[in-house]
């Protein structure tokens, strides 16, 4: 019966294609199969417009969810509502601190780079400590004068515009800007930091001018960027990270070993792109985006980046660093704002799926302390970790709070806890010291949770910035409280007669003779935004720099070119 069964389905299919031959039965198997071609096309149209419907719901779901948490901290969390004249009396508080920083610069190095009290950028005397170049000096506190140490640029003022602006000190504003008017002058024989001149001068000028829309602080931020685009003209398009305004000669520095530094490379994304949006000229996009395609052709599959890369080949240097610390943060920061930057669109989803695989890396690197079980994010060379992480790297926590929204529902959880594990890790870098601020870096040991390592506080501003981030987030206030704690420290161990200093012992509370001007551009300005509603210079409108600059959101492809 089964060979007789066989013996029937052959001749079936042998009379089935004799009809075949026929005209009429082909032309219907011809019609039938452009039916269901074109049934096919149409159904594939219909999944792809039904995932950009899906991509655009979820944008706004994550917008209402920006808006319903900022209604949750202004009417109060579990706890009971919480007084907002407490915040605001604050916020005066943080304010009133901006105006003695600020003042004590003008009384004694007005247009220098800032008060000695400062910090000084890129001279022979400076060596690098992270994203960020600080002096060491010797000896008793100096006089009270200024320090031009950043070219003539007068990187204080610049830095200050926007924290002024938001302040309301429209006074000490105006003044400002009649300096970037009269005084500001970029054509120096000087060799300057790529990375530094675009987070502080073009970063800052962009900001003041997306906050006044006087049009004089991006005709000056064009100039001083034209001046830094030769940088970008190597083989791979990977930037030096050292220019002379001036002549235009571009180079690396030979401390590290002729190599481009990564954070140095990869934070100008967000001043070139505003830059080219507010001037419709799309060079300025170009050379940075060029950066990251270059990047993106073998980017690692953990996307953990080492410091150093050849600016000839391109090619990352893996026997180096590779951290979340000094000289790798901003980069990583850079590719979400980017996305957030370009509005969360098509253009600019490969900034977020680079930084997606780069949080799968962290997570990597993310061990916990004994007995007290704190989150610490490990640094790592070739295959060892060392179990040390920088207050530098504080701002994580932040990143990852303002990336957490275009995660899933189950993704969004994991990171926003992460995220607040990290950042109580970095409240305890402060409350953990005799002077409650935080030391430069801390070391992990089996038993012992964490120990100081370089014991100066240069009044940085990451722990706040994440406790900024966190607080308009999730709306949990004790993220404020944990500020003020900060703010109050700094106030007791670093305000002086003369302006604010740093430590060079948290341990002993013995004071250095520097006022930073992060404090005033980052530190300062993360605080009060703290003690702010969320509509002050909403997340949903703007984006921070890594200098704290922000920078209004408006469509990417409004005058430029996509990459």
């Not at 701002?395 to 959880?413: E, I, W």
């Amino acid at each position: 019966m089964g060979r007789s069964r066989s013996s029937s389905d052959r001749w079936g299919w042998i009379r089935l294609f004799d009809q075949l031959k026929r005209p009429k039965w082909l032309a219907l198997v011809v019609a039938a199969l452009v039916l269901m071609s074109c049934g096919l096309r149409d159904r594939q149209m219909l999944v792809r417009e039904h995932d950009e419907e899906i991509s655009r719901l979820n944008v706004e779901l994550s917008s209402l969810q920006n808006k319903v948490r900022k209604l949750r901290a202004f009417s109060g969390d579990a706890y009971g509502r919480i007084d907002e004249d407490i915040y605001v009396e604050r916020r005066e508080k943080v304010k009133e601190a901006m105006l003695h920083a600020w003042n004590s610069y003008v009384k004694y190095a007005w247009g220098k780079m800032n008060f000695r009290f400062a910090e000084a950028f890129y001279s022979l005397e400076c060596f690098r400590l992270s994203s960020k170049y600080v002096v060491l000096s010797s000896g008793q506190p100096q006089s009270m004068d200024g320090v031009n140490s950043f070219g003539g640029l007068g990187a204080t003022i610049v830095d200050s515009l926007d924290t002024l602006y938001i302040m309301g000190l429209h006074d000490e504003f105006q003044k400002a800007r009649e300096w970037v008017v009269t005084s500001l002058d970029f054509n120096r024989d000087y060799e300057a930091s790529v990375f530094e001149t675009t987070i502080r001068v073009v970063g800052g000028l962009l900001s003041a001018y997306d906050l006044s829309e006087d049009k004089i602080f991006l005709e000056k931020a064009q100039n001083i960027a034209d001046r830094l685009l030769p940088a970008w003209d190597t083989p791979s398009g990977i930037p030096y990270n050292v220019i002379n305004l001036s002549h235009g000669n571009a180079k690396n520095y030979d401390w590290a070993g002729g190599d481009s530094i990564l954070a140095d490379s990869g934070t100008e994304q967000l001043e070139f792109i505003a830059l080219s949006q507010r001037t419709r000229d799309p060079k300025y996009q170009q050379k940075v985006e060029k950066v990251i395609m270059e990047l993106r052709k073998n980017y690692p599959s953990d996307g953990l980046l080492p410091i150093y890369i050849d600016s000839d080949s391109g090619t990352p240097s893996y026997q180096s660093t590779i951290t979340f610390g000094a000289m790798g943060d901003s980069f990583y920061e850079y590719l979400l704002k980017v996305w957030i930057q370009g509005n969360k669109t098509e253009a600019v989803r490969h900034y977020r799926g680079m930084w997606e695989t780069s949080m799968q890396g962290l997570l990597s690197l993310v061990r916990r302390s004994t007995p007290s079980s704190l989150s610490y994010i490990c640094e790592k060379t070739e295959d060892s970790l060392e179990e040390k992480m920088d207050e530098l790297a504080c701002f994580v926590p932040g990143m990852l709070a303002l990336g957490s929204g275009g995660y899933g529902p189950q993704d969004a959880r994991r990171f926003l806890s992460l995220a607040e594990e990290l950042v109580w890790t970095c409240y305890n870098f402060y409350r953990s010291t005799p002077t409650q601020l935080a030391g430069e870096n801390y070391y992990f040991y089996s038993g012992e949770d964490m120990s100081v390592g370089t014991a100066w506080n240069i009044q940085r501003p990451e722990t706040v910035e994440s406790l900024m981030y966190l607080w308009r987030v999730t709306g949990n206030s004790t993220y404020r409280e944990w500020g003020w704690n900060i703010f109050q420290a700094f106030e007791k161990n670093s305000r002086v007669d003369s302006g604010y200093v740093g430590l060079r012992d948290v341990k002993t509370g013995e004071k250095d003779d520097k006022m930073q001007s992060f404090f005033l551009a980052e530190t300062l300005k993360y605080l009060y935004l703290l003690f702010s509603p969320p509509t002050v210079i909403s997340l949903d409108e703007w984006v921070f720099n890594t200098e704290a600059h922000p920078l209004r959101i408006i469509p990417r492809g409004d005058g430029i070119v996509s990459l």
